[in-house]
């Protein structure tokens, strides 16, 4: 019998491990844990045998496929005696997306994150660019913070109080609108109607989310990490090469990448932006998956 794996996010990556040795809190490491050198060293010790152990069982794998270059790394170095991995991006619905007009009727100066309201999705970071951002000369009339996303229970719900708190104390509770739990025919309205998409995840394993605003037709500023930058988002182009989006990380890049997006969206800068994303995102197509997928188990079974 053969074990053929497609690994979407490591169990344990050496980011994590990284993150503890240097005793940053963060989402995964409770600042209680971070600020005690006896638990965080009881948490380390963990970590590390249990990247040992993920890394004897992943190397039983015959055939391995991941889905994106961030992966690829992590699982080459924790799977060591496994096979190479293949990267095989996950399938994106870019073909239904790119049916968005790009520019006619004119789009509204909206700033659209999509993402469920989870710690690591940082909308906290994009209220407060957002809230920085208003403050430039330039911004056009309207410009609004769109969150769309699911609330799965009690947790999520806090948090959407808690960014709402947020929004109070920094002056733009009238400027952030939260769109909760609603339908696919609601997302697809934003996205043909958005200007800029935004995404903050730190280390996002591929980026689904992004795809899907490239191919809609939204200048998308993502996180300078992970997927985004690995495989998504050209943002530093050499001669020859077209711009896909920009690369953030903090509050102050995330803010001036806004607000150039939205000052400047009715520049042809911007449309040729917006079509080099659209055309950039039929390489995470439902088709190329596929054809990916299907090349790769003939040639593995035959």
């Not at 095989?88 to 049916?99: K, N, Y």
């Not at 953030?248 to 800068?269: F, I, N, R, V």
Request: net charge negative; aromatic share 8%.
């Amino acid at each position: 019998m053969q074990v053929h794996t497609y690994t979407h996010y490591p169990t344990i990556s050496t980011d994590m491990l990284q993150v503890v040795y240097e005793r940053r809190p963060g989402h995964n490491h409770d600042a209680l844990i971070a600020g005690s050198r006896a638990r965080n060293a009881v948490k380390l010790v963990y970590y590390l045998l249990f990247s040992i152990a993920y890394g004897i069982v992943g190397s039983f794998a015959d055939f391995v496929m991941v889905n994106s270059s961030w992966t690829c790394n992590h699982i080459r170095s924790l799977w060591l005696f496994a096979p190479p991995p293949e990267v095989v991006f996950p399938p994106c619905d870019a073909t239904g997306f790119a049916s968005l007009p790009l520019s006619s009727p004119p789009r509204k100066p909206l700033v659209l994150s999509i993402g469920q309201f989870r710690p690591e999705k940082d909308h906290a970071l994009q209220i407060r660019s957002f809230a920085r951002m208003l403050s430039k000369p330039g911004v056009p009339k309207g410009a609004t913070l769109v969150l769309l996303g699911g609330v799965r229970d009690e947790g999520d719900q806090g948090r959407v109080d808690e960014l709402r708190s947020l929004c109070e104390s920094l002056g733009v509770e009238k400027r952030v609108e939260f769109v909760l739990n609603q339908p696919y025919s609601v997302l697809k309205d934003y996205l043909g109607k958005s200007s800029v998409g935004l995404h903050c995840m730190w280390n996002e394993h591929f980026g689904i989310g992004v795809v899907e605003m490239m191919a809609a037709g939204l200048v998308v500023v993502a996180h300078d990490s992970g997927g985004p930058k690995a495989d998504i988002i050209k943002d530093l182009v050499k001669e020859g090469e077209c711009r896909t989006g920009f690369l953030a990380a903090t509050e102050e890049q995330y803010c001036d990448c806004m607000w150039g997006a939205l000052k400047k969206g009715a520049e042809p800068s911007m449309a040729q932006i917006r079509e080099n994303a659209r055309e950039a995102a039929f390489r995470f197509s439902d088709e190329v998956f596929d054809e990916r997928m299907e090349s790769l188990l003939r040639e593995t079974l035959t």
